[in-house]
């Protein structure tokens, strides 16, 4: 159904579950590593491959991470909470059951306040944030990488254990036209808190961060909420937004048909930005919830948990207003930052030596075309602020130009190395050798001798020719006004 249709006729209501592998040296309930990357089932253990015997034991960081990032939403923090066996089948999960909090999870009660493309501030409450384990990862092999038509699977069960936080909010209602722009905007604001809070590197591309999307419609003047789809493990912001805004037409037509919408987990795919039906979807008494009985309680301290609260960073909306006035920049140019997700990358940039000029920059032009290029976010760039800031650094000592700087950037992005070992390589930096330079601009100006006439007749804007037949012939690799200033010299 058209967008627009939708909205008039129906109410969206949203539901946002987002799952947040905490950056811990070791997994939640057992010491093997959590690295990414490593060869399969090589970071495995009797503990996280649920053999007999092996009894879990709580990750200390785990626990201080979930607090501080509760403390962060907003949320109360609970002085008693406990671990729970959640039942059903995975293939992925050698226990076939996860560890994870039902009932009393250990923070509640939050909100986070997110601000949309126009400025507008939406608050999205949170219902909870839970400790749990993260499952290990099926490949299918053969097929569409999906598990219906594969010849056979595999199982990797290194990340079978690794820390997670879920934080789930409460119905998001009366976003109308919004909801797929509050979404993105939500799972963006939340994505830059937990990099504030350094509990996670937020690596959509790598599963760090995960969303699962709840969409319902209720005809316009209705009360009661209709019935969800869950779409599952969406891994950019852009996918966030497109998958809601599909969702919503997908079952905004099948309502208006006569059907109806069944409660299942769908399944969205990049390539064309719809979703597809999973499995139907449980509720939670399916799951069979009882109190893991190899597990206490946790019972944070109170002193403890507000010495966390103290040691909390300053936050990313807090450092932007400070930011924005220490820069003098105005709302709207800071909104478009914001938006591109370039803020927090030029701030680093210039932490690390650069001018917020020269950063704001790099960043938003080259930087956020290589992104679009690459169909990544451009916080997912195989580059640092820090390596940014070094090329930056090279072009004010007059190293490199600006278009030999780029060059370099480049051969960061494609992983050459580091900036001053891509320039060594490659022999990018600026010819500094005024004989060398000599030579090539008397080369170039005995070759065009009536530019020459042009420029002794003073049409100085002419020596531009000239200045390009001797960038070209040094590769960019000339400084362009010293080469300026020789042609001009050699024309007197």
Known sequence: MDYDEVVSTYDPVLGLEVHVELGTATKMFCGCPTGFGADPNTQVCPVCLGLPGALPVVNAKGVEYAIKIGLALNCSIATSCTFARKNYFYPDQPKNY????????????????????????????????????????????????RI????????????????????????????????????????????????????????????????????SLMPKGADEFGTRTETKNVNSLKSVEVAVRYEMRRQAAVLSAGGEIIQETRH???????????????????????????????????????????????LPWVRRARIQQEWGISDEVMRDLVNVGAIDLIIATVEAGATPESARSWWVSFLAQQANTREVELAELPITPAQVAEV?????????????????????????????????????????????????????????????????????????????????????????????????????
């Open 98 to 145: 996860q560890i994870s909090q039902y009932d009393e999870p250990i923070a509640f009660d939050g909100h986070l306040d997110v601000v949309l493309d126009d400025g507008t501030t939406w608050r999205v409450d949170i219902e909870r944030a839970h400790m749990e384990e993260d499952t290990g990862k099926s490949l299918h092999v053969g097929g569409s990488g």
């Open 148 to 215: 219906h038509g594969a010849d056979h699977s595999l199982l990797d069960y290194n990340r079978a254990g690794v820390p997670l936080v879920e934080i789930v909010t409460k119905p998001i209602t009366g976003t109308g036209e919004r909801a797929p722009e509050v979404a993105r905007a939500y799972v963006s604001a939340l994505r830059d808190l937990l990099r504030s809070l350094d509990v996670s590197d937020v690596r959509m591309d790598q599963g760090s961060l995960r969303c699962d999307a709840n969409v």
């Open 392 to 492: 930056i650094a090279m072009v004010n000592d007059g190293k490199l130009t600006t278009k030999l700087a780029q060059q370099v950037v480049v051969g960061v992005l494609d992983g050459e190395g580091e900036p001053a070992e891509i320039v060594a390589t490659r022999g990018l930096e600026v010819v500094r050798d005024d004989s060398a330079l000599q030579k090539a601009v008397d080369e170039a100006l005995a070759a065009n001798p009536d530019i020459v006439e042009k420029i002794r007749g003073g049409k100085v804007a002419a020596a531009g020719k000239i200045v390009g037949d001797v960038m070209k012939a040094t590769r960019g690799q000339a400084d362009p006004a010293r080469v300026k200033e020789l042609v001009l010299a050699a024309c007197e």
């Open 268 to 314: 969205f795919q990049e390539s064309d930005g719809t979703t597809s039906a999973g499995r139907r979807k449980e509720t939670a008494e399916d799951y069979r919830y009882f109190p893991e009985p190899d597990l206490a309680p946790v019972a944070p301290d109170p002193a403890w948990v507000a010495e966390i609260g103290k040691s909390l960073p300053e």
